[in-house]
């Protein structure tokens, strides 16, 4: 299983910039690394995901170094409303990834005015 | 995309009872999975919901204890048997698909079911 390490939490101030990164040392060959954001009470939902270099969509942007080892999910002027938990999965199931798309603990993100 | 409906959303039941926790998607789909997510806690793989065989479980999950059914491609049960406050947590049901733009795996979770023990 591709384990992830992330920083249990992390708070920031309205309209700042939030980078939370996450590492996967041994993530296979046809993995790719998926960003998902959840609320409380709410099941976790799809933010951003990748394989390679950068990627960005309305929401986030995801960098992802040459190595695969790490990836950063970049948050552009977070707002109140973005305090959830993100969790960074690795994994491949439809693309014959070696790995199952396993939780980490997540990182609790806060955000404050 | 796939959209994903749970019954209940919550339940208190009584110790020693058996709760059965319905997913409803709107499309279908291969793969289905269930997760328990303890208070706090991160998300925990239950076992994956096989279409017309039986459901393969995780280390520390038994088919005696979390009973899956899958009759077909957009629907699955999964009972908790013999409930103890220990099983107290919240029950998600996901479902994978082909990624949009053709990227990797998309998962998507049902609200979840509630379920507290007492």
């Known amino acids: 299983l591709a384990k992830t390490t992330q920083p249990i939490s992390m708070d920031s101030y309205e309209g700042q910039e939030v980078n939370i990164t996450c590492s996967h040392n041994?993530?296979?060959?046809?993995?790719?690394i998926t960003w998902y954001q959840q609320f409380p009470s709410q099941g976790p939902r799809f933010i951003i995901q990748?394989?390679?270099t950068k990627v960005t969509n309305e929401v986030a942007s995801l960098f992802i170094p040459a190595d695969r080892k790490s990836s950063t999910l970049s948050l552009p002027r977070v707002s109140l409303s973005d305090t959830a938990v993100y969790y960074c999965?690795?994994?491949?199931?439809?693309?014959?990834?070696?790995?199952?798309?396993?939780f980490g603990t997540g990182t609790q993100l806060k955000v404050e005015l | 995309s796939a959209v994903i409906s749970q019954k209940p959303s919550r339940d208190i039941c009584q110790r020693g009872t058996s709760l059965t926790i319905q997913c409803q998607v709107d499309?279908?789909?291969?793969?289905m999975f269930w997760y328990r997510q303890q208070p706090g806690q991160s998300l925990t793989l239950i076992a994956t919901?096989?279409?017309?065989?039986?459901?393969?479980?995780e280390s520390g999950f038994v088919i005696d204890k979390f009973p899956i059914s899958r009759p077909n491609l957009t629907f699955s049960t999964l009972t908790v048997s013999n409930m103890s406050p220990e099983d107290s947590s919240i029950y998600l049901c996901?479902?994978?698909?082909?990624?949009?733009?053709?990227?990797?795996?998309?998962?998507?979770f049902g609200p979840g079911t509630r379920l507290t023990v007492l």
């Open positions: 990748g394989y390679k």
């Open positions: 999965l690795v994994g491949g199931l439809l693309t014959g990834g070696g790995n199952k798309l396993t």
């Open positions: 041994n993530i296979a060959t046809n993995d790719y």
């Open positions: 919901a096989n279409q017309g065989s039986e459901a393969t479980y």
């Open positions: 499309s279908q789909v291969t793969m």
């Open positions: 996901s479902v994978v698909t082909s990624g949009r733009r053709g990227l990797g795996d998309e998962q998507f």
